[in-house]
């Protein structure tokens, strides 16, 4: 992920400081699968929970927060994985 608090690269640049992300200071679950996007990152753990970052994507969702957060999953979902679209429309 990018250096920037909204975990995207600054501006125009093309390469950033990186390090590692961690979901928040009570998560021990590791995480299985990762999708990917311009403005946004979403992960699930083994445990079937889903996490997004990324300021501008979370908005899209009603949520505003500069941290990862754990997104709202009905709980009888199973999930495994996250395919992820973002447009202006969605």
């Known amino acids: 992920m990018g250096s920037s608090k909204e975990f995207n690269l ?3 640049s093309d390469i950033a400081p990186w390090k590692e992300l961690k979901l928040s200071d009570s998560n021990t ?7 990917c996007g311009n403005h946004y990152t979403v992960y699930v753990t083994k445990a079937g929970k889903v996490w997004a970052t990324g300021r501008q994507f979370l908005k899209c969702l009603g949520i505003d927060s500069e941290v990862p957060v754990q997104l709202p999953i009905p709980a009888d979902w199973q999930v495994y994985r996250a395919w992820t679209s973002c447009s ?3």
């Open 10 to 12: 600054n501006g125009d």
């Open 88 to 90: 202006k429309n969605q």
């Open 29 to 35: 679950d590791p995480v299985k699968f990762v999708s």
